[in-house]
């Protein structure tokens, strides 16, 4: 006889719960690692909030399983148990999701016990714990955590300073630049001075050779005048 759809949902709630926990667990490291998160955060809000969605589900189906006989009483309050014992994991993994809680705590509570509080046992929402945090308690995968983010601060101050000297380096090119082109400017207007102070004397000089080529003119004129009235003396 094959499994009522009750429990074949049932299944698959737990499993998604699984999957959400390590997904949660995988968040984490990338979290740790500086890696990015934002697709996995998305995906596992939908997750959680599916799951949250199939935990009612499973309610509403029982209570009204139960209220038409469809099955016993007994086997109604032990299906009763396994829901609230899925929503007590819902709830857990939203904590750990926001970060209220740390991932490792339910691995190292009642989750490690399944529910019967007979000792340790191996935890079916993390079967892919890292060796870094494998077989270490709570408080010492928070000290582990506290150095990784410790250290990561450390590395975020390094980057800060060689940061704020690049950037004193570059405003002290920047006034460098501006003072060249200030001092570019200065000999541009120089130039031109000296460029119409030259414009200028050459003008002049033109001017001086013409008058001087005039007056030589002048000269010559007048000494054959004289010439020629001298002649025209002797010869009278």
């Known amino acids: 006889m094959s499994q ?58 029982l209570i009204r399983a ?5 099955i ?26 926001n970060g209220e809680i740390s991932e490792a705590e339910p691995a190292r509570s009642s989750l490690m016990t399944g529910g019967h509080g007979s000792g340790p046992g191996v935890n079916p929402w993390l079967v892919n714990e890292s060796e870094e945090t494998r077989g270490l308690g709570f408080g010492e995968i928070k000290h582990q955590q506290q150095q990784i983010i410790e250290a990561q601060d450390a ?19 920047g006034n460098e630049l501006e003072e060249q082109n200030e001092i570019i ?27 001087s080529a005039s007056c030589g003119m002048l000269v010559v004129i007048v000494l054959l005048l004289i010439a020629i009235i001298v002649v025209a003396a002797w010869q009278n």
């Open 4 to 61: 009522d759809l009750w429990l074949q949902n049932y299944d698959a709630a737990c499993r998604q719960a699984q999957e959400i926990a390590e997904n949660i667990h995988e968040r984490n490291r990338l979290q740790r690692t500086g890696g990015n998160t934002a697709k996995l955060n998305m995906t596992l809000r939908a997750s959680l909030q599916k799951l949250k969605q199939n935990i009612a589900q499973l309610r509403e189906t």
């Open 66 to 70: 139960s209220a038409q006989r469809h």
């Open 72 to 97: 016993m009483q007994a086997e109604a309050d032990r299906r009763q148990n396994l829901v609230d014992d899925l929503a007590t994991r819902e709830a857990r993994l939203k904590a750990s999701f």
């Open 155 to 173: 590395g975020l101050d390094a980057l800060a300073a060689v940061i704020s000297r690049q950037k004193q380096m570059g405003q002290e090119i």
């Open 185 to 211: 400017d200065d000999l541009a207007q120089l130039v031109d001075k000296t460029d119409g102070r030259i414009k200028n004397e050459t003008h002049r000089v033109k001017l001086l050779d013409a008058k």
